[in-house]
């Protein structure tokens, strides 16, 4: 009877491992609109650019799923030098934009962000740090950088900033 009740407990015990490992790292599905709400609503400020990012120097690597799982890294120094070009989004217009700016990873758990490719291009916020430089935080989940190769997200946004910020029904 006892070794039963202990084959039950190493199951139980498995199965709620198992459940919050699958669970931990659980998404919401990204959009422009709540990623908006939530850089306007953050007592930093934002600035959201539509634009074009290039690695300025080396980047530092990032942890290894056996490295992060643990969560024993410290990810303080997971930071890249990039350069910005493209136009900060206005409400009406927008202004150009050619700038050399932080990009840091984040890790939740054994889940890291990656640093983006060279190249890569779309709608992303970047954070205003107390000394002026501008960061964009890569994370776990997606919603950092969305791609807009038809100028649709842009124009999103632009609706967002001029307070009617609803997300089209196939994204809610």
């Not at 459940?19 to 959201?48: D, G, H, K, Q, V």
């Not at 107390?130 to 997606?142: F, I, K, Q, R």
Request: aromatic share 8%; glycine share 10%; hydrophobic share 40%.
């Amino acid at each position: 009877m006892a070794l039963s009740k202990w084959i039950a407990a190493a199951t139980t015990t498995v199965v709620v491992l198992a459940t919050s490992s699958a669970m931990a790292l659980s998404c919401m599905r990204p959009s422009i609109e709540n990623s908006f709400n939530n850089w306007s609503e953050a007592p930093e400020t934002y600035y959201i650019v539509s634009g074009t990012l290039t690695p300025a120097a080396p980047l530092p690597p990032v942890p290894s799923l056996s490295q992060a799982n643990g969560g024993n890294f410290d990810t303080s120094n997971l930071r890249g030098v990039y350069r910005i070009q493209g136009e900060v989004i206005g409400p009406v217009q927008s202004d150009p934009i050619d700038h050399y700016v932080w990009v840091r990873v984040g890790c939740a758990g054994p889940w890291c962000g990656q640093f983006p490719t060279a190249g890569t291009s779309g709608v992303m916020a970047f954070k205003q740090l107390p000394d002026l430089t501008l960061e964009l935080y890569s994370g776990a989940c997606p919603g950092d950088i969305f791609a807009d190769g038809n100028g649709s997200v842009k124009a999103r946004v632009q609706q967002c900033m001029t307070g009617s910020c609803v997300a089209p029904a196939s994204q809610r």
